[in-house]
């Protein structure tokens, strides 16, 4: 419940809702107040020329997924836990589970298993995502018996919550946390709430070292094209305000 409460207010906070909402209530202004009508239309302008710059976003989102960078080579953990998001199941027509962007974190939990980082991978996520990663994993070469399934979360809070229970069930001490470096550092900070020494295990990055140092040698060539705003950098800095906005709630009631 508390998970739809979540994505039913979020709708309204993330950049492309709330200048939805600014420019439907403008409609209802422009004849009785025209100059706040104007306002709200100059805010949505703004809103969409900075958030959905290509530019703004890349500094944006590397300000967050560059606070961890991955496991070096021979970091060890008694599991690796996944946060499962970006398959999607073989219902008809597929024929197979098929994978997103964001199954690359499934992808990085198989090489880390193959590379004997960890004995076992915990999945965790809702009934859809969790069983689709499951199959994705067991079609990558991952033995069943090394593969654990939490498929009761709707959201990262009840990922910890609901994954603690059968981590300390297998007397795990360390975990090899993986999910979307977008994401990672309210996923580290949720897990280390637990008590469990956690080593962050990032993937799916979306600002690599190329695409920065593209964008600081400032080429006027570079800068011309990249003046307009897009939905792909929009949707990416929505992404990134969501985790700051997020991070700072878990931070805020951790204290409390």
Same mark, same amino acid.
């Given at each position: 419940m508390s998970g739809l409460i979540i994505s039913f207010l979020k709708q309204f906070f993330i950049p492309l809702g709330f200048v939805a909402l600014l420019l439907f209530i403008t409609l209802f202004l422009i004849k009785k107040h025209p100059k706040t009508a104007t306002w709200f239309v100059l805010i949505s302008l703004l809103i969409v020329g900075v958030f959905g710059n290509p530019i703004f976003s890349t500094f944006f989102t =590397?300000?967050? &997924?560059? =606070?961890?960078?991955?496991?070096?080579?021979?970091?060890? #953990?008694?599991?690796?836990?996944?946060?499962?998001?970006?398959?999607?199941? #073989?219902?008809?027509? =597929?024929q197979r589970v098929e994978v997103q962007e964001q199954a690359d974190r499934l992808l990085y939990a198989a090489m880390l298993y193959q590379q004997q980082a960890a004995p076992l991978i915990i999945i965790s996520g809702d009934g859809n995502q969790a069983e689709s990663g499951r199959t994705l994993l067991l079609e990558l070469g991952i033995p069943a018996e090394a593969i654990l399934v939490q498929d009761k979360a709707d959201n990262m809070r009840e990922d910890a919550a609901l994954s603690a229970p059968i981590i300390a069930l297998q007397n795990i001490k360390s975990i090899l946390l993986v999910t979307s470096a977008i994401q990672m550092d309210r996923a580290y900070f949720l897990f280390r709430q637990l008590g469990f020494e956690v080593t962050p295990a990032p993937t799916d990055y979306r600002v690599s070292l190329q695409d920065w140092q593209t964008l600081? $040698? /400032?080429?006027?060539?570079?800068?011309?094209?990249?003046?307009?705003?897009?939905?792909? #950098?929009?949707?990416? $800095?929505?992404?990134?305000? /969501? &985790?700051?906005?997020?991070?700072?709630?878990? =931070?805020?009631?951790?204290?409390?």
């Open positions: =590397r300000s967050m &997924e560059w =606070r961890h960078m991955p496991v070096t080579a021979g970091t060890k #953990a008694d599991a690796i836990l996944v946060l499962a998001q970006g398959t999607l199941p #073989a219902d008809t027509p =597929r600081t $040698s /400032w080429n006027w060539r570079s800068i011309i094209t990249k003046l307009m705003p897009t939905s792909q #950098a929009f949707d990416q $800095s929505a992404d990134v305000i /969501w &985790e700051y906005v997020a991070l700072a709630f878990y =931070r805020i009631k951790a204290i409390f």
